[in-house]
């Protein structure tokens, strides 16, 4: 329930903070300092999401590909704020999309194996 909760502030809240933060950077040169905490809040509770649901995932794989895309996702955004350019900004897409395919096969396999529902 708390991991569904955090999930939807997080998508109802990001386009508005994209949003926020382009007009308020358009006569700055300087990046916003919140936006930097932002990400590693997020970070951080991606994390605890990604502990719950592998605390309940059923499928071992699905387990090690919630960590190890959540790696990724990590180190994407931590050579991101060292301007570290050890690979694009791909990976850290392509794994935010992945989380949510992982997400939502998981809930999708919960509900339909459910024996007590």
């Keep these: 329930m708390l991991a569904s909760l955090a999930c939807a502030l997080h ?8 949003v926020s933060s382009t007009w308020l950077a358009l006569g700055n040169e300087q990046p916003i300092w919140y936006w930097s905490v932002i990400d590693i809040i997020f970070l951080v509770l991606s994390f ?30 931590v050579q991101e704020k060292f301007e570290l350019e050890l690979w694009g900004e791909l990976p850290m897409y392509f794994s935010t999309v992945f989380l949510v395919v992982l997400h939502s096969y998981n809930l999708w396999h919960r509900k339909n194996t459910c024996q007590e529902c």
């Design 11 to 18: 998508c109802a809240l990001t386009p508005f903070l994209l």
């Design 48 to 77: 605890f999401a990604i502990r719950h649901a592998t605390f309940h995932s059923q499928k071992q794989w699905a387990k090690y590909a919630f960590w190890m895309v959540w790696g990724i996702l990590m180190i994407s955004i």
